[in-house]
């Protein structure tokens, strides 16, 4: 049975001291090192590009989990790959030819993701399901941290997880945002494989408490 694997946000992090965060984070038994990056335009916020992640990457062994929230992001998997990243999430509302993003991205190396907003229904991953590796349900609109889960999204995780029984498919379901103690069980419900934590863990004033507590809950599937 394997344990639910949780995945940091570097967008909670003091921006001053990422040497420092991704440290905690390995210290605080994290599985993965996610990172939000933010070009003002898909989301209305900034924060970061590829040489945070290569700089990242020197400084961790965490597989680096990157979250593209941009606009055009083929115009970024290249320079993401090549920094290091483990995992490219992109997001199905900003490209249309995301079949062909999904398969650039693993021929680069990185394994492919996909991402979609509360407001994307499932539906318009159909057809896309069986060449991504990990699928990211926003439980928030994108943009920042420190948002309440909107439940309605962990009904849609929950219809996902089914959907790929069904289809006998094996990509990762990931859950990202508004993630803490009050709602994990709900998220872990759900099927979920990875949960993103980004105030939840660097609020904590024992992250690694709230890491334990994530990987305590039994999955019984
Ligand atoms: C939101 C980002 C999330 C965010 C989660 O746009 O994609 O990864 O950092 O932060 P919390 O856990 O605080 O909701
Ligand atoms: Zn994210």
Not at 49 to 58: E, I, N
Not at 80 to 85: L, Q, S
């Given at each position: 049975m394997e344990t639910l694997r949780v995945a940091p946000s570097l967008l909670s992090a003091d921006?001053?001291?990422?040497?420092?965060?991704l440290k905690l984070m390995e210290r605080a038994g994290a599985d993965w090192a996610h990172l939000d990056v933010m070009d003002g335009r898909f989301v209305p916020n900034l924060t970061f590009?590829?040489?945070?992640?290569?700089?990242?990457?020197?400084r961790t062994r965490l597989p680096l989990d990157v979250h593209l929230m941009t606009v055009e992001p083929e115009l970024l998997i290249e320079a993401?790959?090549?920094?290091?990243?483990d995992w490219i999430s992109f997001h199905l509302e900003a490209t249309v030819h995301a079949h062909r993003l999904a398969e650039r991205i693993r021929a680069l190396g990185p394994r492919p993701g996909v991402s979609i907003v509360p407001s994307t229904p499932l539906s318009a991953l159909e057809e896309l399901l069986p060449f991504v590796d990990l699928v990211l349900i926003m439980t928030v609109n994108p943009g920042f941290g420190g948002q309440s889960l909107i439940p309605a999204c962990l009904d849609k995780a929950r219809r996902l997880a089914t959907l790929r029984k069904e289809r006998g498919l094996p990509f990762l379901i990931s859950l990202d945002g508004g993630v803490n103690r009050a709602t994990l069980d709900a998220c872990c419900a759900t099927g979920a494989d990875v949960l993103v934590m980004g105030s939840a863990f660097f609020g904590a004033a024992d992250p690694a408490a709230e890491v334990a507590a994530a990987k305590a809950i039994l999955r019984p599937w």
């Open positions: 921006f001053a001291d990422i040497a420092g965060a590009g590829p040489k945070m992640a290569a700089d990242a990457r020197a993401f790959a090549k920094a290091g990243a």
